[in-house]
């Protein structure tokens, strides 16, 4: 395993590689990131990384409308309780501008 500390625009600041240095020697800083990178070539991780081969879950318009609560229908519901973001949407304004 390594560990790599990163800044807020993901530009390596420094390699982690001392056990007994505290984050703080090392320059880390509110914001920024540790990254953790699997080495060990034996890793399950290579092999769940990727989904290809991963069967996806398919169901029709029809039967999704079936359920009872989905996506559109709580977006639908959504939209008629705040009929203020259509308005945002329409007028291009800052949701901040707003007052709901």
Known sequence: MKLQLKDCKNVLVADLDQDFKTLGSYG?????IIYVIDTNPTSIL???ESY???E?????????DKL???????????????????HQKKNGAPLEAIDP
């Open 28 to 32: 880390a800083e509110t914001g920024m």
């Open 46 to 48: 290579k092999e769940i």
């Open 52 to 54: 290809e081969g991963v």
């Open 56 to 64: 996806k879950y398919m169901i029709s318009d029809e039967d999704y």
């Open 68 to 86: 009872p609560e989905n996506f559109k229908k709580w977006k639908k519901q959504f939209l008629k309780d705040n009929p203020h973001i259509i």
